[in-house]
């Protein structure tokens, strides 16, 4: 049997997300710029290739993979390689799931289902429509949650991922928490992380902790905190009120990376091991040059001994504080 995945702190590697395009129908604010200039295609894996890489990693031991993007469903025939890795489920891999803003899942949520997929993350930070035009500058809400209602209809549970924009989200918690009790979706906030340029906004205008947004919260509601953690940087608390379940991916305020089970690729086959951290390994070169299985194995072996024990996220450093990259490439 093949030895599983261990970084050099004894943490293994079970999860495994794919960035399969840098691409996007809409800009999120927080996310990109404007003008972003998009990876010429020869860089981008073709799906023979990802799915060639995905085997690897489940044949060393990765139990559950994650589809994201930029838009993972923008990206043509991503339906085949769904399908693909959907044949992997019960054949190593236990869990299939997906990323996305919704734009597209009216037109996919069959299919997805029909594929193995049983859970999707939609982000979605607001229920205005006027706000949601702003924030993801081209995007419609309406047809998000068209989208979101086409995934619930075919028995997809969503979760949705709010990212906490100072303002914005604090405007319109209660809203979001009503809307995704009353819908049965589970409700996830982010803390905005300093990854690349985007453009003239600041980030430190964005950044709202997500400490406010739980004292907010408790400000109305009695916060439970539960010990349930699924290996990934969300800690649960229940409202008692409602019981309701909130996540908060907190980065900023809170560093998670003591349980990290997780790496991420992006579509040009570049492994991060972390997500706050600059560096990572190149398994497109290995992959092009035609090594085999084996070959394969070895090169993800070496890039997970290179895992960081930890990010380095900091507002307060600066620019030595963020990352260069955009979050759209190395897949959220
Ligand atoms: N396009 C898909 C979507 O929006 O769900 C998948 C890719 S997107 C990069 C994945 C997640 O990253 C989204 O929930 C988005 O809100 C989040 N995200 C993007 N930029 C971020 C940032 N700078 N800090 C925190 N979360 C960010
Ligand atoms: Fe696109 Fe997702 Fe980034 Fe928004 S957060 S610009 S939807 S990749």
């Keep these: 049997m093949t030895a599983p995945l261990v970084d050099p702190f004894q943490r293994t590697i079970r999860y495994l997300r794919v960035s399969v395009t840098d691409r996007c129908d809409f800009r999120c604010a927080y996310c990109m710029s404007e003008d972003m200039a998009f990876l010429p295609k020869r860089e981008v894996l073709s799906w023979e290739e990802l799915e060639r890489l995905c085997r690897a990693f ?19 025939d991503v339906m085949t390689f769904v399908r693909a890795l959907g044949g992997l489920l019960g054949a190593g891999l236990d869990e299939l799931t997906l ?34 035009a702003r924030l993801t500058r081209r995007g419609r809400l309406d047809q998000v949650l068209d989208g979101i209602g086409a995934a619930k209809a075919e028995g997809l549970h969503v979760k949705i991922n709010a990212v906490a924009l100072k303002g914005d989200t604090e405007e319109e918690m209660f809203d979001l928490l009503a809307w995704c009790a009353a819908e049965g979706h589970d409700l996830t906030f982010i803390e905005v992380m300093p990854m690349g340029d985007i453009g003239n906004e600041m980030r430190l205008d964005q950044f709202w902790s997500l400490r406010d947004l739980r004292a907010r919260l408790a400000e109305r509601f009695t916060l439970v905190d539960l010990a349930e953690r699924t290996g990934g940087p ?10 309701q379940k909130v996540g908060f991916i907190t980065p900023l305020s809170h560093n998670f990376c003591e349980s990290c089970n997780r790496v991420r690729l992006t579509c040009t086959g570049q492994l991060h091991t972390c997500l706050g951290q600059e560096g990572a390994s190149d398994l497109r070169a290995p992959l092009r040059a035609g090594v085999d299985e084996a070959g394969l194995e070895e090169a993800v072996r070496a890039a997970i001994a290179l895992k960081p024990r930890g990010h380095d996220f900091d507002y307060s450093r600066g620019v030595a504080g963020r990352i260069g990259r955009h979050m759209s490439h190395t897949g959220g």
């Excluded at 559950?64 to 043509?76: D, F, Q, S």
């Excluded at 899942?105 to 299919?111: D, I, P, T, V």
Aim: aromatic share 4%; no cysteine; charged share 30%.
């Design 234 to 243: 969300a800690r649960y608390a229940r409202i008692a009120e409602t019981g």
């Design 58 to 76: 489940v044949r060393l031991g990765v139990r559950k993979l994650r589809i994201t993007g930029g838009e993972p469903l923008v990206r043509r």
């Design 99 to 132: 990323t996305t803003n919704g734009s597209q899942l009216s037109r996919f949520a069959g299919e997805l289902r029909r594929a193995g997929v049983r859970r999707v993350n939609v982000s979605l930070d607001t229920l205005d429509p006027d706000r949601f």
